[in-house]
């Protein structure tokens, strides 16, 4: 992950190609539960006034990223229950956006992402 929440570059050397990232992270459809947008294979939604990138897998794992804030955001559960938005979804929302209110980060050490 860091080399998307990078802006593509680890270690001063490009890997992973900017727009690519941009193409991934741009709306093309929406998602019949959550209601948030959805690229190529991430979500898209806003944090704590943030925009907020994100994966999700079974049993409540997600992994947001917010470029914005320099900040990616890891939050692991329990696999054996369903976190549908209607079910602890909501709740693992709500403590992702509790944390990102809770680390905010200098403008000066946002991400490029060209």
Known sequence: ????????????????????????????TRSPYSGDAYGYGWFITGLDG??????????????????????TLVI??????HSRVDGYGAALRALAEELVGAAAVPAASRWDMN
């Open 1 to 28: 992950m860091r080399r998307a929440v990078g802006g593509g570059v680890c270690d001063g050397r490009r890997v992973i190609s900017a727009a690519w990232i941009r193409r991934s992270w741009t709306p093309l």
């Open 50 to 71: 943030a925009a907020a990138y994100y994966a999700r897998g079974y049993g409540g794992q997600y992994l947001y990223v917010l470029p914005d804030r320099a900040l």
């Open 76 to 81: 692991t559960s329990d696999p054996m229950v």
